[in-house]
């Protein structure tokens, strides 16, 4: 155990993370407080903070909480290939693509049926007539 350790609300400020979300991680088993103070309170170490950071970047990129667990956990193997980890950050890519596609498509049409209504005092609106 390297470094001091420090409350949940430390950790959570350390983290950048809410308490809730770090006690939800514990509580799912995905970063543990390694250590419970004598009145019982979860306490966290230098360690354990870096693997929070870890999972809120993770998180950030939309990594699923199952896709965090395999990135964590072959952050904590030294003999994993980053192959894996190539795999798993591919994925995700391709999802993202897959959104941006769905989403150009739905701003395409929308923008389309927007500039279709004259957006006067009459009541004819493509916009309605295509969602009717």
Known sequence: VKGKFMNISAASKASGLTVKT???????????A???????????????????????????????????????????????????????????????EDKQRELQSLHDELAHLVKSCRGDNMPNCPIIDYLG
């Open 22 to 32: 770090v006690r939800y991680y514990a509580d799912i088993g995905l970063v543990e």
């Open 34 to 96: 390694p250590s419970r103070s004598e009145a019982g309170y979860r306490t966290y170490d230098d360690v354990a903070v870096h693997k929070l950071v870890f999972v809120r970047r993770s998180r950030a990129f939309g990594f699923s909480i199952e896709k965090c667990r395999e990135l964590l956990d072959l952050y904590q193997d030294q003999d994993r290939t980053s192959s894996e980890v190539k795999r798993i950050a591919l994925k995700r890519l391709e999802e993202i």
